[in-house]
């Protein structure tokens, strides 16, 4: 203990306190008894005053600072993207451009569309096709894979965008981090991974909500009351609950407990893309006063940030046109998720305080060429790999990220930059996304975009969704 970081070069322990204490061996001569009692004394609490640093704790994990200078967490959730989807030709990333087809053979990844004729199943059983026992050869055997596109059949499943169909997401990720190896939380859809972005379980829930009635925009407590979604357990076991919960704890809550502040924006009730406002589904926040102080329409989003108003952690859903929801323009999704982060970025205080984590919800059946990793409920974890851009002043610059995440993952890095203890559940055991940050760097500018032309193909509706999400 007393060894190579002894405190002030003193001596060993023993020879030390027997020297202060009684002030025999080594007394300078003609020292009067008071001199030294107070020389005593003062040497006493010098070692005092050096040992303390010794026994401070320091919290375990931690990797910068308590000053970091994140004051701004923001959450954007945009719709059904794999990695390959966007990235799979990402200089230095670990993408595919080609895919192997159920008899083995290999071909090149499609070319995507700006948008798509309609939607590719994502649900549990599309992504049981795809994953295929490891194969990862399934996609085009999912519900609505091929499609006509300009009169021919094409395999839209195994498909991919380059880099001038989606410039803006690649300048984003080229100036700031791009994780590459970030998955999923749940091998399904929309639903449970958006419960997933705000708590760190979902309590196994593996799909979306429905009625007899159908699929209905309301996935939460105002849902109707034949409502049920599946859950699938560790155990195998199947059950069917109304999508109402109060079991387990969010972000929220936790953020509420300790006076930090917080807003969800979404699509008000009853709106298109309602169903993606996922407190909707936490009955102490939708049937509380908690419902009006922190969930706000989506449209007041960039207001807030340019008056500087953001609170400390805010989430960000829209409606399915501006969502990149396949069936959907990816420009007009595109465009408008340049608006909410430019809106941010020009204002220069907003700026210089804010981590932004951009992401999309389920891998929407597209390809993806790397095997998920199994997670403690092996029916439902972990889903394909999701694209996930880091947006900072404190990002590494330029930096692709091999760090394996989870969509959890970005409830820890709220947990670390704000010294908040763990939800409990699969954050606890998450990477923080930290690796992808310097916070000592000299901050990186503002990247403002301009919003692009969008092909004529993007006017019109929305393409029909198979299953809302």
């Given at each position: 203990?007393?060894?190579?970081?002894?405190?002030?070069?003193?001596?060993?322990?023993?020879?030390?306190?027997?020297?202060?204490?009684?002030?025999?061996?080594?007394?300078?001569?003609?020292?009067?008894?008071?001199?030294?009692?107070?020389?005593?004394?003062?040497?006493?609490?010098?070692?005092?005053?050096?040992?303390?640093?010794?026994?401070?704790?320091?919290?375990?994990?931690?990797?910068?600072?308590?000053?970091?200078?994140?004051?701004?967490?923001?959450?954007?959730?945009?719709?059904?993207?794999?990695?390959?989807?966007?990235?799979?030709?990402?200089?230095?990333?670990?993408?595919?451009?080609?895919?192997?087809?159920?008899?083995?053979?290999?071909?090149?990844?499609?070319?995507?569309?700006?948008?798509?004729?309609?939607?590719?199943?994502?649900?549990?059983?599309?992504?049981?096709?795809?994953?295929?026992?490891?194969?990862?050869?399934?996609?085009?055997?999912?519900?609505?894979?091929?499609?006509?596109?300009?009169?021919?059949?094409?395999?839209?499943?195994?498909?991919?965008?380059?880099?001038?169909?989606?410039?803006?997401?690649?300048?984003?990720?080229?100036?700031?981090?791009?994780?590459?190896?970030?998955?999923?939380?749940?091998?399904?859809?929309?639903?449970?991974?958006?419960?997933?972005?705000?708590?760190?379980?979902?309590?196994?829930?593996?799909?979306?909500?429905?009625?007899?009635?159908?699929?209905?925009?309301?996935?939460?407590?105002?849902?109707?009351?034949?409502?049920?979604?599946?859950?699938?357990?560790?155990?195998?076991?199947?059950?069917?609950?109304?999508?109402?919960?109060?079991?387990?704890?969010?972000?929220?809550?936790?953020?509420?407990?300790?006076?930090?502040?917080?807003?969800?924006?979404?699509?008000?009730?009853?709106?298109?893309?309602?169903?993606y406002s996922t407190y909707d589904a936490i009955?102490?926040?939708?049937?509380?006063?908690?419902?009006?102080?922190?969930?706000?329409?989506?449209?007041?989003?960039?207001?807030?940030?340019?008056?500087?108003?953001?609170?400390?952690?805010?989430?960000?859903?829209?409606?399915?046109?501006?969502?990149?929801?396949?069936?959907?323009?990816?420009?007009?999704?595109?465009?408008?998720?340049?608006?909410?982060?430019?809106?941010?970025?020009?204002?220069?205080?907003?700026?210089?305080?804010?981590?932004i984590l951009l992401t999309w919800d389920d891998?929407?059946?597209?390809?993806?060429?790397?095997?998920?990793?199994?997670?403690?409920?092996?029916?439902?974890?972990?889903?394909?790999?999701?694209?996930?851009?880091?947006?900072?002043?404190?990002?590494?610059?330029?930096?692709?990220?091999?760090?394996?995440?989870?969509?959890?993952?970005?409830?820890?890095?709220?947990?670390?930059?704000?010294?908040?203890?763990?939800?409990?559940?699969?954050?606890?055991?998450?990477?923080?996304?930290?690796?992808?940050?310097?916070?000592?760097?000299?901050?990186?500018?503002?990247?403002?975009?301009?919003?692009?032309?969008?092909?004529?193909?993007?006017?019109?509706?929305?393409?029909?969704?198979?299953?809302?999400?």
């Amino acid at each position: 203990m007393y060894g190579r970081g002894t405190p002030c070069g003193y001596p060993g322990r023993a020879s030390r306190w027997s020297h202060f204490v009684h002030g025999s061996r080594g007394t300078p001569c003609g020292q009067s008894t008071k001199s030294i009692r107070i020389g005593s004394i003062l040497a006493i609490l010098l070692v005092l005053v050096c040992l303390v640093p010794i026994s401070i704790a320091r919290p375990a994990g931690a990797i910068f600072s308590t000053s970091n200078p994140i004051k701004h967490i923001v959450i954007m959730v945009k719709e059904n993207r794999s990695f390959d989807d966007l990235f799979g030709t990402f200089p230095g990333a670990n993408g595919a451009t080609t895919y192997k087809d159920p008899h083995g053979k290999i071909h090149p990844l499609n070319h995507q569309p700006d948008r798509l004729f309609s939607d590719i199943a994502h649900d549990h059983p599309a992504f049981l096709n795809a994953y295929d026992h490891g194969k990862m050869d399934g996609f085009s055997k999912i519900v609505g894979a091929i499609q006509y596109i300009n009169g021919k059949k094409v395999d839209e499943a195994d498909s991919q965008f380059y880099q001038s169909d989606i410039p803006n997401y690649w300048q984003y990720a080229q100036t700031f981090a791009l994780p590459d190896n970030f998955f999923y939380a749940v091998r399904s859809d929309s639903f449970p991974n958006h419960l997933f972005t705000i708590a760190g379980e979902d309590d196994d829930v593996a799909g979306l909500p429905s009625s007899n009635q159908g699929l209905n925009i309301r996935w939460g407590c105002d849902a109707p009351k034949a409502s049920r979604v599946k859950e699938i357990h560790p155990n195998g076991k199947v059950s069917h609950v109304f999508p109402c919960f109060s079991d387990f704890q969010t972000m929220g809550d936790l953020l509420s407990a300790n006076n930090i502040s917080w807003k969800y924006y979404a699509p008000g009730q009853d709106q298109n893309g309602y169903q993606y406002s996922t407190y909707d589904a936490i009955k102490d926040i939708r049937e509380t006063q908690q419902w009006k102080q922190h969930v706000f329409d989506y449209t007041l989003f960039a207001k807030d940030a340019a008056a500087g108003k953001l609170p400390t952690v805010s989430w960000l859903v829209q409606p399915d046109a501006i969502s990149d929801h396949p069936g959907a323009s990816m420009c007009a999704g595109e465009n408008w998720t340049v608006s909410q982060i430019n809106a941010i970025m020009q204002n220069s205080a907003l700026w210089q305080s804010t981590a932004i984590l951009l992401t999309w919800d389920d891998f929407g059946g597209v390809y993806d060429h790397v095997v998920p990793p199994v997670g403690p409920n092996k029916y439902l974890e972990y889903g394909f790999r999701a694209p996930l851009i880091l947006i900072s002043p404190y990002t590494k610059p330029h930096y692709i990220d091999h760090t394996q995440y989870t969509f959890p993952s970005m409830l820890k890095f709220v947990e670390t930059v704000l010294h908040l203890p763990s939800l409990g559940g699969l954050d606890k055991s998450a990477n923080d996304l930290v690796h992808a940050f310097n916070f000592n760097q000299k901050p990186l500018s503002p990247l403002i975009l301009k919003q692009r032309t969008c092909p004529k193909s993007s006017d019109g509706p929305v393409a029909h969704f198979l299953d809302q999400s």
